[in-house]
């Protein structure tokens, strides 16, 4: 069995590659497997009729039913556009393939049956299947295959006996490759002698789940991709049909798959999700990724005829389980641009150092009123660990401002009122107390370190529990803009929604000159062996921690979302008590923090800490994104408070670095991460300090690379438009396509086909 590789999502974007604007039509087919074709303007979809849409206006032109008369039964269960001698009459005819194991021939301009071709089909037909520009493979149920001669009055010209009830079908040149569940063979068609020897039939190992696509890359000379129902993509050797290698795009099922272009292969996946990778690197990489639908992605067409006729760009058509259409750019304009703008940014943009002080503690509930006067130096000196230059933004993470049990107990225990507290606003308002008596401190305290009126807040929330403080230099607020918070909870939960949150996170997002930056506060599931509970929630804080869309804003956003999620920001940072355990037994984690060796029982312990083997073991790991500095300092979990002394209560908890900084940026430095000595709480403070470099852009000089991009666009759609010409041409079978273009200025309506 070849070693899994799992692609690299780490500057993926989620902009989605609309055609002009989004657009989405409720055809009204639905299953899980759905006949559609697509060339130019018309679309067309079959189920218990077949139907002819206008692309442009979403209308439904024609209904056809296949037998004059209507019912609710499916009927249709394939479609093809067939090829024609005329390039005017390109998706002109569509061929339909019936349950009944009838051909319908049907004129999509007049929305009639052209003709019946007598086949010799005798049970469903399931795939129609264009060969170049000259025939059309028809396939059933039972594994006949009939080749149809398109350009001499569809005239059937062969009959085989393939792969019966087959899952994927694909034509590669003239062998036709099959699969169904778990096995898969190739009819070489092309090879006289093979024609009369039955292919072998190859099981894939047991580590792959059933095949649900077959797809070519043209990058990958000799190679076929699978894709399968586990999550899975193998790759295969198309002589030898050997498998090379196996990549696991996703714990979710692939249920779609497609090349596009020379090395993009577009994958839908049953969450309605649509990811494209670029299959070049060993370790594929995302290119994009974003929500398409809201069933299941269940089929994808793409249209790539049609820029050589004179469509825009390669439609591609993703097609959902109830029935809808999506459209989509095939040729990515939107983000060849964006990235060629980001690889010429240091044209248009200036940037300079930016200096973050991020600081996270559980406080166990503490009030700053108790704390002793040697734990009030050490909060003092938390609070200032980045002198020399100062920072420009310090950033304060607080979690377990108070008991977490619930609001009203919180309440009771932790003010000391003789006023009985009967109602959840009430408590609040006592909540709220115990913020302010922090925030208060918080800015006395950094008044005290750095000079009264040196840093100004510009931001704070709260989440019962959880309280986050921006402070910003104040000779910097000038550069700050567009501030905004929102809070998650996770916590107790009842019917997958939280009741209240006694866990969660709170995210605080901002512009400083033409950067974004977001900083978020957590308190993930508690437990020792609750880890795949704290995926859980980290991956909700991430996707349910939503702000206002600022799609004009694309300067800050560089990973090409609007800023409305996380992760859409330019540099990200996540920090708080995110509860990841030492897998190991207490006695064994203290024999090791005292061998004589420091640096080796850390880094042996580090082997077995659970946010560290997440990384490495699960490539599905929603924070596998972000990366951490190393760690050079103790367990900040579990001491008993105000000593510096293990848990050596009855649960004598195991020490671990619940505590924890993590960072997303492509343009960071790390300057130091480290633990203090606060004594008061069970936990201990920690705090990093890094340089983020952020962007100023001169519109001037931005307008003259952006007009230099769009030359160099210009020309590559010229080249691409060609590209797709010659292959139309050569498709015909002939092979001095690009002689014959040049001939005719590339006008394919000049030339002759028959």
């Known amino acids: 069995m070849t070693n899994k590789i799992y692609p690299d999502a780490t500057n993926a974007s989620r902009k989605k590659p609309v055609i002009g604007r989004e657009k989405l039509i409720p055809t009204g087919h639905r299953g899980a497997k759905n006949a559609v074709a697509i060339s130019g303007p018309c679309l067309a979809t079959g189920a218990h009729e077949t139907r002819i849409w206008d692309t442009q206006s979403g209308q439904c032109c024609y209904t056809i039913e296949p037998n004059g008369q209507s019912d609710a039964n499916d009927k249709v269960s394939a479609l093809q ?51 170049k520009n000259t025939e059309l493979w028809t396939i059933d149920d039972a594994g006949v295959l009939n080749i149809w001669d398109v350009m001499d009055g569809n005239r059937l010209i062969e009959e085989h006996l393939v792969l019966p009830r087959a899952s994927a079908a694909l034509l590669v040149g003239r062998d036709l490759w099959m699969a169904t569940g778990r096995t898969f063979e190739v009819h070489r068609f092309g090879n006289k002698q093979q024609i009369q020897q039955p292919p072998p039939r190859i099981r894939i190992t047991n580590g792959l789940a059933n095949i649900v696509q077959l797809a070519v890359v043209p990058y990958h000379i000799g190679k076929i991709f699978m894709g399968h129902e586990n999550g899975n993509v193998s790759v295969w050797d198309m002589q030898t049909l050997d498998q090379l290698e196996v990549i696991s795009v996703s714990m979710y099922a692939i249920s779609c798959m497609v090349p596009v272009g020379e090395y993009y292969l577009w994958m839908g996946f049953n969450t309605g999700m649509i990811y494209v990778y670029d299959t070049r690197p060993e370790r594929w990489l995302v290119v994009k990724v974003w929500k398409a639908h809201s069933s299941g992605v269940s089929n994808f067409v793409v249209d790539d005829i049609g820029l050589a006729l004179g469509d825009k760009t390669v439609q591609i058509i993703s097609v959902d389980s109830h029935g809808y259409v999506s459209f989509w750019d095939g040729l990515m304009e939107e983000h060849w641009r964006s990235q060629q703008m980001e690889k010429f940014r240091a044209d248009y943009s200036v940037e300079q150092d930016t200096r973050i002080l991020i600081c996270s503690w559980n406080i166990d509930a503490n009030k700053p009123g108790k704390l002793s006067y040697s734990d009030d130096l050490l909060v003092r000196e938390w609070l200032s660990g980045m002198r020399d230059p100062d920072p420009e933004i310090i950033v304060v993470g607080i979690q377990e401002i108070v008991d977490l049990e619930s609001k009203k107990q919180t ?52 989440l019962v529990g959880l309280f986050s403080c921006i402070f ?42 033409d950067s974004s930056l977001c900083f978020v506060n957590c308190h993930l599931a508690a437990g020792q062996s609750h880890y795949i509970q704290r995926n859980a929630d980290a991956e909700g804080i991430l996707k349910d921690a939503q702000f206002p869309a600022r799609e004009e804003d694309s300067d800050a956003y560089p990973r090409g979302g609007d800023g409305t999620f996380i992760l859409d920001h330019e540099h990200c940072f996540l920090s708080g008590d995110l ?31 659970q946010l560290l083997k997440q990384r490495v073991a699960n490539p599905f790991f929603k ?23 293990y848990d050596s209560s009855e649960k004598r908890r195991v020490p671990a670095w619940c505590d924890r900084i993590l960072y997303r940026s492509n ?61 139309y041409v050569a498709g015909f079978d002939m092979s001095d396509a690009v002689q014959r273009l040049e001939a005719v200025n590339w006008d394919v309506n000049q030339i002759k086909y028959r």
Not at 108 to 130: C, E
Not at 580 to 608: C, F, N, P, T, W
Not at 623 to 640: A, G, N, R, V
């Open 411 to 462: 309440a009771r225990s932790l003010f000391a009122s003789r006023k009985k507290i009967e109602t959840l606003q009430e408590a609040d308002e006592l909540l709220t107390h115990r913020y302010t008596l922090w925030h208060d401190y918080l800015v006395q305290v950094i008044a005290d370190n750095y000079g009264r009126g040196a840093y100004t807040v510009i931001k704070t929330d709260q």
């Open 81 to 131: 556009f067939a090829p024609t001698a005329d390039p005017h009459d390109e998706g002109r005819f569509l061929w339909a393939g019936l349950k009944d194991s009838d051909l319908l021939v049907i004129d999509a301009r007049t929305g009639k049956i052209w003709t019946r071709p007598n086949s010799t089909h005798k049970q469903a037909i399931t795939w129609i299947l264009r060969y």
């Open 579 to 609: 509860n990841y355990r030492i897998d190991m037994h207490r006695e064994e984690v203290l024999q090791y923090l005292a061998s004589r060796s420091a640096e080796d029982g850390l880094s042996y312990l580090q082997k077995e800490d």
């Open 472 to 513: 910003v230099r104040s000779t910097e607020l000038r550069r700050i803009s567009y501030v905004d918070s929102k809070s998650v909870k996770t916590g107790m939960k009842v019917m997958k929604k939280s009741l209240h949150g006694n866990k969660g996170g709170i995210a605080i997002r901002f512009r400083i000159d």
């Open 623 to 645: 924070l596998m994104i972000f990366q951490e500095s190393p760690i050079h300092f103790l367990p900040t979990y579990k001491y008993d408070p105000g000593k510096e002394t």
């Open 667 to 727: 343009n960071i430095q790390s300057l130091f991460y480290q633990r203090h000595e606060v004594l008061a709480s069970d936990h201990r403070p920690i705090s990093g300090g890094y340089i983020v470099r952020v962007k100023r852009v001169d519109p001037s000089k931005k307008a003259k690379v952006a007009y230099d991009v769009d030359q160099a666009w210009r020309k590559r759609y010229t080249q691409l438009v060609q590209e797709h010409k010659a292959n």
